[in-house]
């Protein structure tokens, strides 16, 4: 288990959005953290205590974990002489990056003798099936993109607080390293083999209850090179009753992909649905989740407006606004 509370890494982040990991964090487990440890040019601010790695323990921090999510998921060599500084002086270190903090010789010696825990949490710790597609019982809802980091992990977890109010069954299911390190739990599917991609999204939401709902956080878009074969993978493996639609309307281009412009909404319904439609008939588009957080209040109001209207579908932004309307749509399913 990773101990608590947590001490933020931001490193030497570009941008707010590349600190995604720990804002998620910060967002949805406020009493987990205890402050931000940021680096000369740091761009990203989550309006945490800055503090130092001393401060940070003398805070209560067990772990200084990594909250950077960059292209490649690569650990920077610019960080490691704070990393190793956090090793010495008793915290632990946690990341979601694919470049494993147990691959990096010189962490692994300080962590070995000075007794502390390194924790990848992108690492499958399960032989997972390939996918068979046989239909399971339970109810299952899936957040398709219009790009990468647009709101899906947000909208899921609104999503399932919001059913969970109103008595409705329903678990998170957390696909990327930032959902399992909120939850405690989840598959980091984007390091699970191609060929069992389908098959871990199948384990990780098995039978159930008929009225209970998995709700699973989507990851990547179809439409974005780089990253369209997760998407896919949780589509067919998780064989949903529903999707939502995610968008974040002020984008310029792809994440990452500057010659690519976003798909419109309706492309990736028209191109969603069926896909989703192969391995559940049924699967239907319920809801659309906006992320406004570059909107005042009364832009992101009219844009919701404009978009429920022209989509026919309840249109919200479920971090400012609630899911309720989204749990709503699934109820009456």
């Given at each position: 288990?990773?101990q608590?509370?947590?001490l933020?890494f931001l490193?030497?982040a570009?941008?707010?959005l590349?600190a995604?990991?720990a804002q998620g964090i910060?967002?949805?487990?406020?009493?987990?953290?205890v402050?931000?440890f940021?680096m000369?040019g740091?761009?990203?601010?989550?309006?945490l205590?800055?503090m130092?790695?001393a401060?940070g323990?003398?805070?209560g921090?067990?772990?200084?974990?990594i909250?950077v999510?960059?292209?490649?998921?690569?650990?920077?060599?610019?960080?490691?002489?704070?990393?190793v500084?956090?090793?010495?002086?008793?915290?632990?270190l946690a990341?979601g990056?694919h470049?494993l903090?147990?691959?990096?010789?010189d962490l692994?010696?300080?962590?070995?003798?000075t007794?502390r825990?390194?924790h990848d949490?992108?690492v499958p710790?399960?032989?997972y099936?390939?996918?068979?597609?046989?239909k399971?019982?339970g109810?299952?809802?899936?957040?398709?993109?219009?790009?990468?980091?647009?709101?899906k992990?947000?909208t899921t977890l609104?999503l399932d607080?919001a059913m969970?109010?109103?008595?409705m069954?329903?678990?998170?299911?957390?696909?990327?390293q930032?959902?399992?390190l909120?939850?405690?739990?989840g598959?980091p599917?984007?390091?699970v083999?191609a060929?069992?991609m389908a098959?871990a999204?199948e384990?990780?939401t098995?039978?159930?209850?008929?009225?209970?709902w998995?709700?699973?956080?989507?990851?990547g878009?179809l439409?974005h090179v780089?990253?369209s074969?997760v998407?896919?993978a949780?589509?067919?493996g998780?064989?949903?009753d529903a999707?939502i639609l995610?968008?974040e309307p002020?984008?310029?281009?792809?994440?990452?992909?500057?010659?690519y412009?976003?798909p419109?909404?309706e492309?990736?319904?028209?191109?969603?649905l069926?896909?989703a439609?192969?391995?559940?008939?049924?699967?239907r588009?319920?809801?659309?989740s906006?992320?406004?957080?570059?909107?005042?209040a009364?832009?992101a109001?009219r844009?919701?407006?404009?978009?429920?209207?022209?989509?026919?579908l309840?249109?919200?932004d479920?971090?400012?606004?609630?899911?309720g309307?989204l749990?709503?749509a699934?109820?009456?399913l």
């Amino acid at each position: 288990m990773i101990q608590t509370p947590y001490l933020l890494f931001l490193g030497d982040a570009p941008d707010p959005l590349a600190a995604k990991v720990a804002q998620g964090i910060r967002d949805w487990r406020p009493e987990n953290c205890v402050g931000q440890f940021r680096m000369e040019g740091c761009k990203a601010d989550l309006g945490l205590p800055d503090m130092t790695l001393a401060e940070g323990i003398a805070a209560g921090a067990k772990t200084l974990v990594i909250g950077v999510a960059n292209r490649g998921g690569k650990i920077g060599q610019t960080w490691k002489k704070v990393l190793v500084a956090a090793l010495e002086e008793g915290l632990d270190l946690a990341s979601g990056l694919h470049n494993l903090l147990r691959d990096e010789p010189d962490l692994a010696a300080v962590a070995q003798a000075t007794g502390r825990a390194l924790h990848d949490v992108r690492v499958p710790e399960v032989e997972y099936p390939i996918a068979n597609g046989v239909k399971r019982r339970g109810k299952r809802v899936l957040a398709v993109g219009t790009d990468c980091s647009v709101g899906k992990m947000y909208t899921t977890l609104a999503l399932d607080a919001a059913m969970r109010e109103r008595g409705m069954k329903s678990t998170f299911r957390a696909t990327g390293q930032t959902g399992i390190l909120i939850t405690g739990d989840g598959i980091p599917l984007d390091a699970v083999v191609a060929d069992f991609m389908a098959g871990a999204v199948e384990w990780l939401t098995p039978d159930n209850d008929p009225d209970h709902w998995d709700v699973i956080e989507g990851q990547g878009s179809l439409h974005h090179v780089s990253f369209s074969g997760v998407s896919l993978a949780l589509i067919h493996g998780g064989q949903p009753d529903a999707l939502i639609l995610c968008h974040e309307p002020t984008r310029a281009h792809m994440r990452g992909l500057p010659d690519y412009t976003l798909p419109t909404l309706e492309q990736v319904r028209d191109m969603a649905l069926p896909l989703a439609q192969v391995a559940n008939p049924a699967c239907r588009v319920v809801g659309v989740s906006i992320n406004t957080q570059h909107m005042g209040a009364t832009e992101a109001a009219r844009c919701c407006a404009e978009i429920e209207d022209r989509m026919g579908l309840p249109t919200v932004d479920p971090f400012r606004h609630g899911a309720g309307r989204l749990a709503e749509a699934l109820a009456a399913l």
